[in-house]
């Protein structure tokens, strides 16, 4: 079992950056692939970036491509989203998972953290 815990949302106004965490309890993190995805209201779950388990290999949808970052500390078993040059369209709540090595979904999920952007 993954437990995962998103911090640093917030309300931000444009152009502005922000940077999300996601710890994960678990004893073998470094076992799994990272995944950010987020919901805006009224619209469906989208994928925003995933890295995998040595940090090595990151996706991005295109919309982020060139203002978000992800990255991952698998001893401190923390993934980051680094968020610039944000745009209201960013506005929604952000959600990490974990899709283990080998497996085809993401099993696990947080809470999610809001992320707002003003005009």
């Known amino acids: 079992q993954v437990q995962l815990v998103e911090s640093g949302g917030g309300l931000v106004q444009a152009g502005g950056s922000l940077r999300l965490s996601c710890a994960a309890s678990?004893?073998?993190?470094?076992?799994?692939?990272m995944g950010w995805f987020r919901q805006a209201p009224g619209k469906e779950r989208d994928f925003v970036a995933a890295?995998?388990?040595?940090?090595?290999?990151?996706y991005y949808a295109d919309p982020v491509k060139g203002r978000f970052t992800i990255s991952r500390d698998n001893a401190k078993n923390t993934v980051y989203l680094q968020m610039n040059s944000l745009k209201p369209e960013d506005t929604a709540i952000y959600y990490c998972?974990?899709?283990?090595?080998?497996?085809?979904?993401?099993?696990?999920w947080g809470q999610g953290t809001q992320v707002t952007v003003s005009s």
């Open positions: 998972a974990a899709q283990r090595v080998g497996s085809s979904e993401y099993a696990f």
């Open positions: 678990v004893r073998t993190f470094s076992r799994y692939n």
């Open positions: 890295i995998g388990w040595s940090g090595s290999n990151t």
